[in-house]
């Protein structure tokens, strides 16, 4: 019998591995994209030198007035003399201390629920949830143990744009679970008055849902009660988020197969506890990225709480502009607040997308 000699097996060609595999399968995979990347390389050429000569090369960065900006490039001298009224509002110098511990407390408790391997979660995550948002409320407000009070109407900036996402996201998620899951329930008048909800609030803009709450909701209040305007802010935020949380869900519920939840009647588990151990934790795996897409759109929509008088970061800019120490410099301002919007977006994205793999979704990750 004829032996072969082995040989080690030879590398994949040049052309389909490393940089230039990569631009082939990406950038050049056809005429077409390749007409359509030499144009997206001329518009990057054209555009990039310039954008940074203007905000980087020729731009002011210190100072304390429109002076210090004698340059032609950006004058971020702007947003260095108004940065504490963007990420504080009209918050109390003084005072802003309070805020920044509350903020530290509540970073300090999500690295200890993200990062693996430390114990105690179950304490943490309720102590993040329900004892958290007492001690930032009295801590932000003020008005106890010496502290100066300082009004809801004050509050602004990233400050408040922060505010009204968390907790928007916090209340609306149990909240749209439920509803989701009212949705699909048995009984015809829980299924009716979950349907008629969701859909009600997902037929009206934000925007007139904060009117109402702002404007007209005290109307309808006896004389001499009235609700702050944030708080009233914020149920109506909740109400009007946790529609758009229930249809996600119940897009992950629908799902999961049929024989998931027979399995768990076939082991003697109740509705409670077969919706609890079997059928959500898969439910909400597979809605992870609409989560996430919801949870930015909210995010972003905080800033229609400028129609009720609330300045928010972009809110905060806007009015810093019709200052007449400070006019002409818009480019500036809606640059930082584009900037801030999109860190903590493309957070919030690139953490679903660490979820999704962590929680083996079967979605693909870029």
């Known amino acids: 019998m004829h032996e072969f000699e082995k040989h080690p097996d030879l590398p994949p060609p040049t052309s389909q591995m490393g940089v230039v595999g990569w631009l082939r399968k990406n950038l050049f995979s056809s005429i077409p994209n390749s007409i359509m990347t030499v144009?997206?390389?001329?518009?990057?050429?054209?555009?990039?030198?310039?954008?940074?000569?203007?905000?980087?090369?020729n731009a002011d960065w210190v100072g304390s007035s429109r002076e210090?900006?004698?340059?032609?490039?950006?004058?971020?001298?702007?947003?260095?003399?108004?940065i504490n009224q963007f990420l504080y509002g009209f918050y109390p110098v003084e005072e802003q201390w309070r805020v920044n511990l509350g903020a530290a407390i509540f970073v300090v408790s999500l690295l200890l629920l993200v990062i693996r391997g430390v114990p105690g979660k179950a304490w943490i995550g309720g102590f993040t949830l329900l004892i958290f948002p007492v001690i930032a409320f009295f801590l932000f407000s003020g008005g106890i143990f010496g502290l100066e009070k300082i009004s809801t109407s004050n509050w602004g900036g990233l400050m408040l744009t922060l505010i009204l996402s968390t907790v928007g996201i916090v209340a609306a998620l149990p909240f749209g679970i439920l509803l989701a899951l009212g949705r699909r329930s048995d009984m015809p008048i829980v299924r009716a008055l979950c349907v008629s909800y969701i859909e009600l609030w997902r037929g009206?803009?934000?925007?007139?849902?904060?009117f109402m709450a702002s404007v007209m909701l005290?109307?309808?209040?006896?004389?001499?009660?009235?609700?702050?305007?944030?708080?009233?802010?914020l149920v109506g935020i909740a109400l009007f988020q946790s529609a758009y949380v229930a249809e996600v869900v119940r897009g992950g519920l629908q799902a999961i197969a049929k024989g998931q939840s027979e399995a768990a009647a076939s082991l003697g588990l109740n509705y409670r506890k077969t919706m609890a151990l079997i059928v959500l934790p898969q439910a909400l795996k597979v809605v992870i990225p609409g989560l996430v897409?919801?949870?930015i759109e909210l995010f972003k929509d905080t800033t229609l709480v400028s129609i009720i008088s609330?300045?928010?970061l972009l809110g905060i800019v806007q009015s810093a502009l019709t200052d007449p120490s400070w006019l002409g410099f818009a480019i500036e301002g809606y640059v930082f607040a584009g900037l801030l919007y999109w860190v903590f977006c493309f957070g919030m994205s690139r953490y679903s997308m660490h979820l999704e793999r962590r929680f083996e979704t079967g979605h693909k990750g870029s």
């Open 39 to 57: 144009i997206a390389l001329y518009l990057l050429y054209l555009t990039i030198p310039a954008m940074v000569e203007w905000a980087l090369i």
């Open 68 to 82: 210090a900006c004698s340059s032609d490039g950006a004058c971020w001298v702007f947003i260095y003399a108004r």
């Open 204 to 210: 009206v803009p934000l925007i007139t849902v904060l």
């Open 218 to 233: 005290p109307l309808f209040l006896p004389s001499g009660v009235n609700f702050d305007k944030l708080l009233r802010a």
């Open 293 to 295: 897409v919801t949870f």
């Open 310 to 312: 609330l300045f928010d």
